[in-house]
């Protein structure tokens, strides 16, 4: 089966363990013979600030928008976590103070950014977002946390909607020599029916424009429908997608062949994915993709090991397990494909095994996204 065939073997373990958890040093320990040009790199870096470990806020930050301001003003709402978690009430005060100033003196600016179709909708959104901040300084007043928490999400899914607004058009184009597989040109959401409850995942084409597409299409095929999960890994990993008979991906009914997709890969910093080569085979060891491996949940394409381009139809839930692979740290990120996140039910996520199945997945939202390929 195409299955993770080197996660957390033992090398991997003893590498991830010298990565992040050994004397909090990375790579090769001091004073180890041989010691290679990428592991004297990896011991002087380090990943700046704290990851990102929420799958919601990895797919806001990845959406391709240029607004400063509006960035800003979810960086502030975001970083309220860290306060939280310290309960420092002050800061937290000065940073929602730092939100209420920007969304007045910059409103007009970050309307500027929005099409003239959508300019009503936008000014709507700024508005509650407004109006959301007079409770959030009442709970911070009183010292209330879980109002916080509550305020805090409901902000940053408007914020959400405004940026989602702000995307005015597909950003690249996908390679000519991947024109024959489906694409999503946006977002969809999927929810799975398992044998334990909901699972309910956004699906990210901006950035993985291909793996989403195919992952969508076969969705909407209803492939998924009834199928067990073949790996199940405490605190790892949760795979599907293997279907009934000799194959081990999906065939096309209309061509009789395997359809194969190239591992994508979006880098932070670049504007289009990088096709059918991990990272680490061009050498880009340091660089981290847009989606990365550090969220609970985030959903991953399975392929085999030694083929880049050789997924179909089975993938992953990715359970992140931060004491062995540490946000930031990550290995499958740049070797494996993410392609988008859980959102909602993730305490179903946990409870699920081995034992259980997918008995649906159904495409909610989004399917006006998903583009076939001409004469399909």
Known sequence: MQLLKHWLT???LATLLWLGLIAGEVGIHPGTAGATTLDQALVAYLPPGNAITDGQALLRYSLPIDSKDLRKIQEDLEGL???LRSKRWAPMRGDVQKVDRLL???REAILDTVSAADRDRASTLL???QAGLIPMFEAIENRDKSAVQRLRKSLLQTIGSLEALMVAEFPFEVPAEYSMLPQLKGRATVAFETTKGTVTAIVDGYSAPVTAGNFVDLVQRGFYDHLPFIRA???YVLQTGDPVGPDEGFIDPKTGEYRSIPLEILVKGETE???????ESLGRYLEQPVLPFSAFGALGMARPESEPNGGSSQFFFFLFEPELTPAGLNLLDGRYAVFGYVVEGKEVLEKLSQEDSIESARVVTGLENLVQPQGV
């Open 10 to 12: 033992p090398p991997l």
């Open 273 to 279: 994915p990088v096709y059918g080569n991990t990272l």
């Open 81 to 83: 976590s860290q306060w």
């Open 127 to 129: 508005d509650d977002l």
């Open 233 to 235: 890994e405490d605190n």
């Open 104 to 106: 007045s003196r910059r």
